[in-house]
């Protein structure tokens, strides 16, 4: 466990509140070094050269309702819910042809289905009127659009147009404070220190391999450390395990206790 820390000082009331702040505010710091980070991507890539995404899709438009819908959902649920509206929607002119009635009918079995559906019909009718029915590769025209925030838009970048974004979701958040690799008190701060200490090479990959870490073997109850590849490494006081497993315990593949968290 880390050191306890002392009692904070009362802070003298004649410190200046630019000062106050910018301490309060500095990210702590990675305790990993370079060759350590290092080590810790090229095993994750060694063990997945490329890892996918979980979630159903069939072109970048129902891959960004997808994503849309899997908010506060599992994949596994969404998955469930979408080849149908898929199959009678895979284009936005489509689902606004289907109407957000029908729309919210189909994804019924998902978290926050109403709201949801509002979003769905509403991004579509915008891609039609603002972008040829086209889904843009822009971080900020994707945040324009209904439903659709950092993490959805970094998601699209990443696996419809290659681009090297990390999306920090509960599990990348989760990891990245519990072993302090990238400590931040916001996943915007864990985003940051993410792109700038993963290597280039792996930073493109780096986001799924850090969720089917945190999904599959970091878990948040109970982490799996005995089939973790990265236990040696890992600086975590309470693991509980310090010899890295070997590489097929990376993954879905390795799920054998049935405990996978979304
Ligand atoms: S050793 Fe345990 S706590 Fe550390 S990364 Fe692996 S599963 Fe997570």
Redesign the pocket.
Known sequence: MAAPSRPAKSTPSSKPAAAKASVRTKPARSRYSKAEIEAIFRRFAAAEPEPKGELFSLNTFTLLVAVVLSAQATDAGVNKATPELFRLADAPEKMVALGEDRIRDLIKTIGLYKTKAKNVFLLSQQLVAEHGGVVPDDCEALQALPGVGRKTANVVLNIAFGRPTIAVDTHIFR?AN??GLAPGKTPEEVERQLERLIPEPYVRHSHHWLIL?GRY???ARK???E?????DL???P?????HPAMPVAFGAAAVNDGAVED
């Open positions: 990891l519990r072993l870490h073997v970091c878990k982490p799996a450390c089939r973790c590849l990265i236990s890992c600086k975590w309470e693991k509980t395990a310090d």
